[in-house]
């Protein structure tokens, strides 16, 4: 599995999907995990991981670890895996059946949408596991899986609406007002600063992007912006120290089974724009602060 792992994955997934693996071989010996694999000639050519845990009074399955040969993809492997761990997550008798699935990983994230899987929320988490979501979180590595997402096995009946644009992108302007404000504390910064600290906050979330959504557009893509809890509340925490985490949340597509295609133009157009309106809007931010300076040392003097 290890090597499995390290040829299929980059460095930093290749150790969280390790310490995945280990923890459901941990659940195997009380049977409260097992991992299902593909095989091609004697060698693995597909994994998908399955646990369940406790969680305040639900019995919640995860189905974890997913991971196809990189050179074997759309052959019909990851469906495979992905049917026999719903039907052992099922014959345990969970409540609750979620994933966590990056949201640039479109095979993965459209699978699941197909499967009747959504977007399951924070207020919905804390709504049926109470404080216990923490616990989910950490054993999901979920502060730290930057754009992942918790999806949740739903009837088709019963798909909760994903929360809007404006209320996200409101969150991520609180979240990152926020970890400036920390930040400006710690580095003594005066009172008066922390005005501009909010408008700096939310000039640079919408500037950066409204110039993917408006890219996306462009190309006839429809995009979204979606704030990412875990990040603020992880970054929120190291700017206590003085660290920051810069994961307050990205545009995504839209439509569903839409696929991110390496190499593709308007990909990477959609996706450069944003980071090069922020380098004009923080050399503008820049001048404009010399210039402040330069206008008070004068008024001093």
């Given at each position: 599995?290890?090597?499995?792992?390290?040829?299929?994955?980059?460095?930093?997934?290749?150790?969280?999907?390790?310490?995945?693996?280990?923890?459901?071989?941990?659940?195997?010996?009380?049977?409260?995990g097992?991992?299902?694999?593909?095989?091609k000639a004697d060698s693995i050519v597909g994994s998908f991981s399955v646990k369940v845990q406790n969680y305040r009074e639900n019995r919640v399955g995860f189905i974890d670890a997913i991971v196809t040969d990189r050179y074997l993809r759309g052959q019909g492997i990851g469906t495979s895996l992905?049917?026999?761990?719903?039907?052992?997550?099922?014959?345990?008798?969970?409540?609750?059946?979620?994933?966590?699935?990056?949201?640039?990983n479109s095979p993965s994230w459209n699978l699941f949408l197909r499967n009747n899987f959504w977007i399951y929320e924070t207020k919905d988490q804390i709504k049926e596991l109470g404080w216990t979501f923490l616990r989910l979180w950490l054993a999901e590595f979920y502060f730290i899986a930057i754009g992942v997402f918790f999806l949740r096995k739903r009837s088709e009946k019963n798909q909760p609406k994903e929360t809007g644009q404006p209320l996200n992108l409101l969150t991520a302007w609180i979240g990152l007002t926020?970890?400036?404000?920390?930040?400006?504390?710690r580095?003594?910064?005066?009172?008066?600063?922390?005005?501009f600290l909010v408008a700096v906050?939310?000039?640079?979330?919408?500037?950066?992007?409204?110039?993917?959504i408006l890219a996306s557009k462009h190309y006839g893509v429809e995009a979204v912006f979606k704030?990412?809890?875990?990040?603020?509340?992880?970054?929120?925490?190291?700017?206590?120290?003085?660290a920051v985490f810069p994961a307050y949340g990205s545009t995504y597509m839209k439509q569903r089974d839409w696929r991110y295609e390496a190499g593709s133009r308007r990909i990477g157009i959609i996706y450069a724009v944003g980071p090069i309106v922020s380098l004009i809007l923080s050399?503008?931010?820049?001048?404009?602060?010399?210039?402040?300076?330069?206008?008070?040392?004068?008024?001093?003097m």
């Open positions: 599995m290890r090597d499995f792992y390290g040829k299929n994955l980059g460095i930093i997934n290749t150790i969280i999907f390790n310490l995945s693996f280990s923890d459901v071989l941990k659940n195997m010996r009380c049977a409260m097992t991992t299902f694999i593909a095989a992905f049917d026999a761990c719903l039907k052992w997550l099922q014959d345990q008798s969970c409540d609750i059946i979620v994933a966590t699935v990056d949201r640039y926020l970890i400036v404000s920390v930040l400006g504390l580095s003594g910064a005066e009172p008066i600063i922390y005005p906050a939310a000039v640079s979330i919408l500037v950066h992007e409204a110039a993917h704030a990412w809890d875990s990040g603020l509340l992880f970054s929120l925490f190291l700017s206590v120290f003085g050399a503008l931010f820049l001048t404009l602060s010399m210039n402040t300076s330069s206008l008070s040392i004068k008024r001093v």
